[in-house]
């Protein structure tokens, strides 16, 4: 039954335009459990025209002859797409790096012999070659097939706009303005950091037009170097709305009360903090003192290959802490959280009226028994079925999408439409065969390796 009805869906999705909405008008809804900030909705509806969310709830009235793609079937879950504000893209072309040891801070191991050899210099020969663009690509598609619609993290190069939204390039959504993402912010120029402030003093508490993400204090918790690295953000006067500090790992209770009395939000990445420094941020002290918290996977070679994974160790951590966080609560960090910290909280991040159609649909296990928000934070990544962006479906399960490129994902097929965040086909003769070929190759003469899409069953 689960088969007849994926294909049921099919024919009602074949039926709708998958151009840009700036090209062919789109008008649909779908029928599912609906993901909303505060509550779930089983039997909802989301009502799209034009790539944008006009209704969603249990009651909507449509259009007449409105194409609608029941998934209910199924017991499909629909929720927006998750938001990454920590990543580091290029990088996840290599498979995960295992330290035997652990790490005081990360100036620790970044100048270790054994991390230049196995992933700084073959990054930096990959480069070098000019293959980012399909380094970022790769990255992209392994971001997508976790949940993701939205990513920080390139390197900035003159690709495409990429598979997925780019909220740190121009354009990411007209007329918004970029996040401002920076690794090493105590080495910003004079003129840099002025920049920031000028941009920085247009926020406002809860209206978020600039949005600075920086690596802070990242470290073991008992670490000096990390610890004291609040001091220095004081000292660049960079306590001020629209900041928010990435790992924070070397922080103490009374720098998250700080940080919440000036509206600084906290990036958690668990699952490297703790791969490399044994321990992570003291999210009970953060929360504790009002801090807005998002989650993301930091990079695959210590941290989770996307955000879907990163949920599910959170979730594992949380309930090996007291259960310090619901799933609700590790949903909202992926979704409405970071769109709220990245300065997009009117754009993404939630199934809201006038919000873009950045959707993730997912299948859950009919042997489970569980709500939406234990699903979103469970599931894998075989159980996505649909990945829509800007009201486009990209990636997901071969019934629905037939005419995508196939790929395997941990002995699942799933299919890809090779479009970027605006709608437009990526390059004319790029292929996802391809990209993975390509990179293949080149890091096989390097005695390298090509990371998989996906850590099946880890």
Request: glycine share 8%; proline share 7%.
């Given at each position: ?225 990390a610890s004291r690295e ?47 420094y044994g321990d992570t ?34 979730a594992l951590w949380s ?140």
């Open positions: 039954m689960r088969i007849f009805s994926l294909r049921t869906i099919l024919l009602t999705l074949l039926s709708l335009p998958l151009a840009a909405p700036a090209q062919q008008p789109t008008t649909w809804a779908l029928r599912g459990t609906l993901v909303l900030p505060d509550t779930l909705i089983p039997n909802g509806t989301l009502f799209i025209r034009d790539g944008v969310i006009i209704a969603a709830g249990e009651h909507v009235d449509l259009p007449a002859n409105t194409p609608v793609t029941d998934l209910r079937a199924t017991h499909a879950i629909i929720a927006p797409g998750f938001l990454d504000l920590h990543n580091h893209l290029t990088w996840n072309v290599f498979p995960r790096w295992h330290p035997v040891q652990e790490f005081g801070n990360r100036y620790d191991w970044q100048q270790k012999a054994v991390y230049q050899t196995t992933v700084e210099a073959p990054h930096a020969a990959l480069v070098a070659d000019g293959l980012e663009c399909a380094m970022q690509r790769y990255a992209e598609l392994k971001a997508i097939a976790q949940g993701e619609t939205s990513v920080v993290g390139s390197l900035h190069a003159p690709c495409s706009q990429g598979l997925a939204r780019n909220l740190d390039l121009p354009n990411a959504i007209p007329g918004i303005a970029p996040v401002d993402y920076n690794v090493f912010p105590f080495q910003m120029t004079e003129a840099q950091l002025a920049q920031a402030h000028q941009e920085l003093a247009e926020n406002t508490p809860g209206n978020i037009t600039h949005a600075l993400l920086i690596h802070v204090a990242e470290g073991a918790p008992s670490d000096a170097s609040f001091a220095l953000l004081k000292g660049r006067n960079l306590l001020l709305p629209g900041v928010s500090l990435i790992h924070a790992g070397g922080l103490k209770p009374e720098n998250y009360a700080e940080m919440a009395a000036h509206h600084v939000g906290l990036i958690w990445s668990p699952r490297s903090n703790i791969e490399l941020a003291n999210v009970a002290a953060a929360k504790s003192a009002g801090v807005l918290i998002a989650i993301a996977p930091d990079w695959s070679i210590t941290g989770s290959d996307g955000t879907l994974g990163e949920l599910n160790y959170a309930q090996t802490h007291g259960q310090l966080f619901t799933d609700r609560d590790l949903v909202r960090m992926a979704t409405v959280n970071a769109a709220a910290l990245a300065g997009f909280s009117a754009q993404l991040g939630s199934l809201t009226p006038g919000h873009l159609a950045d959707l993730l649909i997912l299948t859950p296990d009919p042997a489970e028994h569980h709500d939406a928000w234990w699903s979103l934070t469970h599931a894998t990544p075989t159980q996505i079925a649909l990945v829509v962006l800007n009201g486009q479906p990209i990636y997901g399960d071969p019934a629905l999408m037939p005419k995508g490129e196939p790929l395997n994902l941990c002995g699942t097929q799933k299919s890809l439409l090779l479009t970027g965040s605006n709608g437009q086909a990526d390059s004319a003769d790029e292929t996802w065969a391809h990209t993975s070929s390509l990179l293949v190759s080149a890091m096989a003469h390097d005695g390298r390796r090509l990371a998989p899409l996906s850590e099946c069953g880890q």
